[in-house]
């Protein structure tokens, strides 16, 4: 019982660096979101996704990609990685709209 | 634009001790209400959701909050805190009326307990 599988759990990237956050899920779950995690500012969201084929942006999109081709894998591009950009990320899933979700282990990216 | 405030960025109690942990959200409608916890180094765990109905909501361990549609608050409580209660605290907010999944965090209330 996987839950949600985020990979890497930490990566260090130097400036301009791309890389991708990937996260899967086994619960069929149509809703998916990827967050990050910054001392005293909560969870920001980034993207999220309603259903394979639909993304949308979340709060602070820019730097980031998203793409939604099945409904379980959720990857999160950054496109040229920047110091900013050094946060603990969050993926996560719900069944609907309100349901609770799950949340990954996160993933702790180092942009030097 | 929602927004989600938690006023206190750091509480300390006393084990033994009650604790109350204030949210308070700007939205017309009532939105989908959460609280979540957060132990060093790990992942967000679900504490208690409130959707509609009862406006006082029980959690899991030990945990419930009250729904107060004229403050805008979602505020929690404990009556008796354990030392495995230090963690981080966070508010969460779904507009109930929009499209999509946008479930807004509010910065997060951390709790340390003292023995």
Redesign the interface.
């Known amino acids: 019982n996987a839950g949600v599988t985020q990979t890497p759990k930490f990566q260090v990237l130097k400036t301009g660096q791309s890389m991708t956050l990937q996260c899967a899920q086994d619960m069929n779950h149509e ?1 998916m ?1 990827w ?1 990050r995690q910054d001392p ?6 980034i993207h ?3 259903g394979a084929g639909i993304t ?1 942006q ?2 602070v999109p820019n730097g980031y990609n998203v793409s939604r081709s099945t409904t379980e894998d959720f990857p999160l591009r950054l496109l040229s990685a920047a110091p900013s950009q050094t946060s603990v990320y ?1 993926c ?1 899933s ?1 069944y609907s ?2 349901g ?2 799950y ?4 993933t702790r990216l180092t942009v030097v | 634009a929602q927004s ?1 405030t ?1 006023p206190d ?1 750091h509480i300390t109690v006393s084990e033994g001790a009650s604790l109350e942990l204030r949210c308070n959200y700007s939205y017309g409608a009532t939105p ?1 209400l ?1 609280w979540y916890v957060q132990s060093p180094g ?3 765990q ?1 504490l208690l ?1 409130y ?1 509609s109905g009862d406006t006082l909501v029980q959690g899991i361990k030990g945990f419930e909050a009250e729904f107060k549609r004229s403050q805008s608050s979602f505020n929690l409580r404990k009556p008796s805190v354990h030392w495995s209660d230090a963690a981080e605290y ?1 508010c ?1 907010v ?1 507009r ?1 009326d929009a ?10 209330t951390r709790v340390l307990v003292k023995p």
Do not use: C, H, P, W
């Not at chain 1, 949340?103 to 996160?106: C, K, N, R, V």
């Not at chain 2, 499209?99 to 997060?108: C, E, M, R, S, V």
């Open positions: 809703y979101s967050y005293g500012m909560g969870l920001r969201l999220y996704s309603v949308d979340g709060e969050f996560a719900s709209k309100g609770r979700r949340f990954g282990s996160g | 989600v938690q960025i989908y959460f790990q992942g967000l679900l959701k959707f966070f969460a779904i109930s499209a999509g999944n946008k479930l807004t965090f509010g910065g997060g």
